[in-house]
């Protein structure tokens, strides 16, 4: 009887394995058809600008993007291509970041503008498959889409095929379910971009442009999923390129204790920035950062200073990895 027992149970637990499995591997390749943004790309020196700015400034695409066998000079400030290939190697496996110069069989040439601007406001690809959320601004504005697209366009177009990504069976899991659905704005983002130096400036430079939250936030690391109290600062940014430490992004709430925001005027904020990279090898892209406008870097303080403050010191901003 108890053999009866056990092998029944084998089996049911075969099953279930077996019933995963077959779940997981259904759902690697989910289409969605999500809406092309109406949007076209520009020709307008003035739209390519703002793209510049956006992309190489505030957003820093080139921390990610950018080429690597130049990153000295990426940190340095210069604009290097953004051919890709920079890699993650995390629980759900190695991913790669991808050429998003104009070239039409390696880059984003081959892609239409909406195509583009889907995949960064709603994170679905032109194949129709969920990207994973590693570029979380899906709240740019139409203006800023637009520039954005027109200054990628604009880019001269580099042949570098980046390899596809490598899931691990962690990351086949957590694609199948966690990531299963791509993300989405949530709210319509605006048709303009606010200016000046305002808390509604701020709120849209930091929220949906910078991603000042995407660093300065503890996240899980096998699932991506933000598990800190927002702004708060994390403990164990890794970084490929400096496997000898960790870096933990410090809170930059107005705590008067242990937030940053709490021990610095606004004058002193600003020129914090125009200072730059202080900490050599800091992950924190100063090189673009130090270029912001004086308003912008105003509102995104002003912005800050809004924010529920945060009672949590994360530590020396780098230490050695054990």
């Known amino acids: 009887m108890f053999r009866k027992i056990l092998l029944g149970l084998v089996v049911v637990v075969l099953l279930a394995v077996a019933a995963g499995a077959l779940y997981v591997a259904s759902r690697q390749n989910l289409k969605f058809d999500a809406p092309f943004p109406e949007i076209a790309a520009s020709a307008d ?3 390519i600008a703002r793209g510049h700015y956006v992309v190489r400034n505030v957003a820093n695409c080139a921390q990610c993007h950018g080429d690597t066998t130049r990153h000295a000079d ?4 210069a604009d290097v291509p953004l051919s890709g290939g920079y890699t993650w190697e995390i629980p759900p496996g190695k991913i790669y970041a991808r050429n998003i110069t104009p070239d039409a069989e390696t880059g984003i040439g081959g892609f239409s503008d909406g195509a583009i601007a889907r995949a960064l406001r709603h994170g679905v690809g032109s194949d129709g498959r969920a990207l994973l959320p590693f570029m979380e601004m899906q709240g740019l504005s139409d203006e800023d889409l637009v520039a954005v697209v027109s200054y990628l366009r604009a880019q001269p177009a580099v042949h570098n095929l980046v390899p596809a990504h490598q899931y ?8 199948a379910t966690i990531l299963a659905n791509p993300v989405g704005p949530e709210s319509t983002p605006p048709k303009t971009s606010p200016s000046g130096a305002t808390v509604e400036s701020g709120r849209y430079l930091v929220e949906s442009v910078g991603l000042c939250w995407a660093c300065h936030t503890e996240r899980d690391m096998k699932t991506g999923a933000l598990v800190g109290p927002r702004f708060g600062g994390a403990r164990e940014y890794l970084e490929p390129s400096d496997p000898g430490h960790v870096w933990a992004p410090p809170n930059i709430t107005s705590d008067p204790t242990t937030g940053r925001l709490g021990q610095m005027s606004e004058d002193e904020f600003v020129d914090r920035f125009r200072a730059g990279r202080l900490l050599p090898g800091t992950p924190m892209p100063w090189q673009g ?10 509102a995104m303080y002003r912005y800050l200073r809004t924010v529920p403050a945060v009672t949590r010191d994360v530590g020396p901003p780098v230490r050695a990895a054990k």
């Open 289 to 298: 950062l130090q270029r912001m406008s004086e308003d912008d870097l105003r």
């Open 168 to 175: 691990s069976l962690l990351g086949k899991v957590v694609k």
């Open 74 to 77: 990426a940190l340095a400030g």
């Open 45 to 47: 020196s003035a739209v």
